[in-house]
């Protein structure tokens, strides 16, 4: 039985990966792969002033300092968590059991799609789906944010500040009622669509424009340098579902700590309702896990 499985390969779970090992607890991180959403960035046409995201050189040097610490990593995706008489069992995909005396979530989110023709090929080019993870960079470029709720809403928001066009594709008239929205509908450069729906992604090695339909049923193209999908975000965090608090999104509830309600389990990342699409804040949600479990485990050890 290990001390400690670390579910999720993402930011978080490398370094409350690397924390844990760091206390000499017998670690298992459990994830296909090493990475999470940092393997993937955005690539954009030529013409494109190129996107250098920042916390990159943190994230090399984490992962250069897991390869150098004792741990076991198992390739596999779990499925479930439940109570073991010593703690708790990991299901896997393969349907391995592994057993930890403590458990830390941290398997990120997945982003909603639109299901339409051209989303797969131009996916990370020109088109991608974290929009407040890129905010920052989209200064003077035309940009089209695509989705009905609040999660477009702020994120439009935000990238009006710099961008020099913004376009918010499909939101529904209701999210515009919030602070965020009146401020939208008052800003010179963003031009809102309300309840049209995406019908393609076109372009050539790159997104260039998606076509849309009218509420009366009429199509146009909204040309763009880069396109966002900002629909819903839904947390990973199924295997744990009935086991933990979560909120009615799906997120784990975690406390200051890391800390779901059941001792023993600690989460942290994206998965929790903490959730940000910040690397800082998940690579200190990964501490505060690692130093909660440690905690936890440390009368025993």
Do not use: W
């Amino acid at each position: 039985m290990y001390d400690l499985v670390v579910v999720g390969g993402g930011l978080a779970g490398i370094t409350a990966t690397i924390y844990a090992a760091r206390r000499r607890l017998k670690v298992l991180l459990v994830s296909k792969t090493l990475g999470g959403k940092t393997n993937y960035r955005i690539q954009l046409p030529p013409e494109e002033p190129p996107i250098v995201l920042e916390g990159q050189e943190i994230i090399e040097g984490l992962r250069a300092q897991l390869e150098q610490l004792d741990f076991t990593h198992y390739k596999d995706y779990a499925v479930r968590v439940s109570r073991h008489r010593d703690g708790f069992a990991v299901h896997t995909q393969e349907e391995a059991v592994l057993l930890g005396k403590a458990v830390i979530i941290a398997t990120g989110v997945k982003h909603q799609r639109m299901h339409v023709p051209g989303e797969d090929k131009y996916l990370m080019r020109g088109l991608s789906y974290s929009a407040l993870r890129y905010a920052p960079h989209m200064s003077d470029r035309v940009v089209a944010i695509i989705g009905g709720g609040q999660l477009a809403v702020r994120s439009a928001a935000e990238i009006a500040l710099t961008a020099r066009q913004v376009y918010l594709v499909g939101v529904e008239p209701r999210e515009l009622e919030s602070p965020l929205g009146t401020k939208l509908k008052k800003a010179q450069n963003v031009i809102i669509l309300e309840n049209y729906q995406v019908l393609e992604m076109q372009g050539d090695e790159y997104a260039r424009r998606v076509v849309v339909s009218a509420p009366d049923g009429s199509q146009t193209q909204i040309a763009a340098g880069v396109f966002f999908v900002e629909i819903a975000v839904i947390p990973n965090s199924q295997p744990v579902v009935g086991l933990v608090d979560v909120d009615p999104s799906g997120h784990i509830r975690i406390d200051e700590r890391g800390r779901t309600n059941v001792p023993g389990i600690c989460a942290a990342g994206d998965v929790t309702n903490t959730y940000m699409e910040q690397i800082l804040v998940a690579a200190g949600g990964g501490v505060k896990a690692a130093l909660s479990a440690y905690a936890y485990l440390l009368p025993g050890l």
